[in-house]
């Protein structure tokens, strides 16, 4: 990255968009501009309104340019939801030159790519499971490696087309090109996973608004990503209707007095819950709450456990990271431990230089991670202009429409 150039990154997620602006100063990334808008028109995930996630999507990006004031240069946005697969794929090449070179790995990775997916999916991440050279297995790194045949193996990380499809048009109709689209879980986890965790075998798991998404590491390599339609949302949906109360209401409960273990609470503790319309409010015993939300966690988690359940047979993993707003949540990292037997602990992401504090928060792990990503794995290299001159002034007049 050059001077002067942005890299810009949007979170969309079920209940925030987090817009990110990372600059390069002094050979490191930066994080230099932060917008964060209420997202509407969106569902577990997924997009089910344009032209209100367009609006979102607008609000969040424009306080992140005003912020940084650069024109960003690239743009990378992310994608959720239980759409998200992972398939297998396998390709295989002749070395002409004996010995494996970069344009090599390329190829026998498009090969491995080759795999007969439905039509509705489209591949969003390729990632190397290991190679192997002749007879030799386990490679990680091959070029260089001497021998006549290179194999590749891969994880497909999949989204549906149409999911994709709604996504980048939101962008273009901000008159933004899209570079790429990164899986939220992804991105998490290279926020806040350490390199020893991911040598050892963890599970970061991403409780978001809408989401709950899954990503497995083992010897250093992603081995398994999913993406469940299930997150703080319907905690916040469970309490609204037991406590018959509004939405909002129950959302700030959740927040300010909300636990997920009974054990916590003192039986004494009321709560105040106004009630809905004119009615009067009324006090209710802070034990009742944390009972509502522990079923509904404890009813997440064995959702998790079935879901790894079909993974962690073959590998050993030696815990969780829990990420996103609702890890936030006191109890978790308990009942983490009792129904996954997995010694978890919250994901904070890393810190980055510039906006540190503002963004060191579980909420913007997609966002920070997605900004690593970017600039680690996708822009290096890459020569581009400026994304259309004068955006930020195209913004402003949109916005006065
Ligand atoms: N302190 C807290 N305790 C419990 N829940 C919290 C807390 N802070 C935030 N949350 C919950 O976190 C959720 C939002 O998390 P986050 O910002 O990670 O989601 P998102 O990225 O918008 O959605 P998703 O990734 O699922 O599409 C909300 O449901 C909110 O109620
Ligand atoms: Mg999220």
């Not at 998790?304 to 962690?312: C, G, R, T």
């Not at 810190?351 to 540190?356: A, E, K």
Request: glycine content about 10%; aromatic content about 6%.
């Amino acid at each position: 990255m050059k001077r002067g150039e942005g890299l810009l990154v949007v979170d969309v997620g079920t209940t925030k968009i987090s817009a990110l602006i990372g600059e390069e100063r002094e050979g490191k990334l930066w994080a230099t501009g932060l917008g964060v808008s209420p997202s509407q028109g969106l569902k577990r995930g997924c997009i089910i309104n344009i032209e209100e996630a367009t609006q979102s999507i607008k609000n969040a990006i424009d306080k992140a340019l005003n912020q940084a004031k650069v024109e960003p240069t690239f743009v990378y946005t992310s994608i959720a939801g239980n759409h998200i697969k992972t398939y297998y794929g396998m390709g295989v090449i002749a070395l002409r030159d004996k010995e494996v070179t970069p344009q090599d790995v390329e190829e026998v990775l498009k090969s491995a790519q080759t795999v007969d997916l439905p039509p509705n999916k489209l591949i969003i991440h390729v990632i190397p499971q290991e190679f192997v050279v002749d007879q030799n297995k386990g490679i990680l790194h091959p070029v260089g490696m001497v021998g006549v045949r290179l194999e590749a193996h891969v994880q497909l990380i999949t989204a549906e087309r149409a999911h994709i499809q709604n996504l980048i048009k939101c962008f273009e109709n901000l008159g933004l090109e899209v570079d790429g689209v990164i899986f939220q879980g992804l991105a998490s986890a290279e926020a806040v996973l350490t390199p020893e965790e991911k040598e050892l075998g963890v599970l970061l798991i991403d409780l978001g608004g809408g989401t709950s998404d899954l990503v497995i590491y083992k010897e250093n390599v992603l081995r398994y990503a999913a993406s469940l339609p299930l997150g703080g949302e319907l905690l916040t949906g469970d309490l609204a209707i037991c406590l018959r109360t509004t939405r909002a209401e129950a959302e700030r409960i959740k927040i300010e007095k909300g636990v997920c273990l009974r054990e916590l609470v003192n039986e004494e503790d009321f709560v105040e819950v106004p009630g809905i319309g004119h009615r009067p409010s009324t006090k209710i015993s802070k034990k009742i709450v944390a009972e509502i939300l522990e079923e509904r966690v404890k009813e997440l988690l064995t959702l998790i456990e079935a879901e790894i359940d079909k993974f962690s047979n073959t590998y050993f993993i030696s815990g969780a990271v829990l990420t996103g707003g609702t890890s936030l949540i006191p109890g978790l990292i308990y009942l983490t431990d009792q129904i996954l037997d997995l010694p978890a602990r919250i994901g904070y992401p890393e810190r980055l230089p510039g906006l540190t504090e503002e963004i060191y928060h579980p909420q913007f792990a997609t966002a920070v991670g997605m900004l690593l990503y970017a600039y680690n794995n996708l822009i290096q290299g890459l020569e581009k202009a400026p994304k259309k001159k004068g955006f930020i002034e195209k913004l402003k007049e949109l916005l006065k429409i």
